[in-house]
């Protein structure tokens, strides 16, 4: 079955940097796009940024220029370099593949800034 475990987040300060870690497995990850979500409170889950198979990106306004999205096919992991950090941010990170019609998601992990 497939499995998505993140991990990397914590508490920073504002301005500060966190990189957050997707491990998948039960599939064959170079094929597929993966994608970071975030959901704070109150508030409905949103897309942060995607990678496709081939390496195209794509971000969220709110964070362009500030996060990163990469992907190791060798350690079937997606990365979330998160720089500039700001209170907004705070948020459960939620790391998404599609695989047919069906969403795959990790259980989140948690970034918090404080300011």
């Known amino acids: 079955q497939v499995q998505l475990v993140e991990s990397g987040g914590g508490l920073v300060q504002a301005g500060g940097s966190l990189r957050l870690s997707c491990a998948a497995s039960g599939i064959i990850f170079r094929l597929y796009g993966m994608a970071w979500y975030r959901q704070a409170p109150g508030k409905q889950r949103e897309l942060v940024a995607i990678i496709t198979s081939g390496r195209s990106t794509n971000y969220a306004d709110s964070v362009k220029g500030r996060f990163t999205i990469s992907r190791d096919n060798a350690k079937n992991t997606v990365y979330l370099e998160m720089n500039s950090l700001k209170p907004e941010d705070t948020a459960v990170y939620y790391c998404?593949?599609?695989?047919?019609?069906?969403?795959?998601w990790g259980q989140g992990t948690q970034v918090t800034v404080s300011s």
């Open positions: 998404n593949v599609p695989v047919g019609s069906y969403e795959y």
